[in-house]
């Protein structure tokens, strides 16, 4: 009688798209030039210039902080390289840095004012 092996289950691979990876700093979210998807622990610098450590979470994580906020100077650098419209009220055109709504403090409106 010959023995039998089994055939181990194939492998589930799972395609990320990094266009579509926007990493949280702080409760704002960011683009970035990925072109792979980045080891936890490796830096990664966003359109912005800001940089952080790749760290990688369940998404209902994000519950618990809130949803994040978008970073106006990747936004707008994002728009300019794909050619996509830019309002003139943009908040990263320049000027004052108009504050994310959570930061706006008692200038914040209120539903319903």
């Known amino acids: 009688m010959t023995s039998r092996t089994e055939t181990p289950p194939p492998d589930a691979v799972i395609y990320v798209d990094t266009e579509a990876i926007h990493p949280v700093v702080g409760g704002v979210w960011h683009h ?3 072109t792979r998807v980045p080891e936890p622990g ?7 210039g800001v940089s952080a450590t790749a760290e990688f ?7 618990a902080h809130g ?11 994002y728009r300019r390289e794909h050619g996509i419209d830019i309002w003139p009220g943009h908040p990263g055109l320049g000027g004052r840095p108009v504050p994310h ?6 200038l914040r409106r209120r539903r319903g004012q």
Do not use: K, N, Y
């Open 32 to 34: 970035t030039r990925l």
């Open 42 to 48: 490796e830096a990664i610098t966003m359109l912005c």
């Open 57 to 63: 979470v369940q998404s209902s994580a994000r519950d």
């Open 67 to 77: 949803p994040p906020h978008t970073c106006w100077g990747c936004d707008l650098i």
């Open 101 to 106: 709504p959570r930061d706006a403090g008692p």
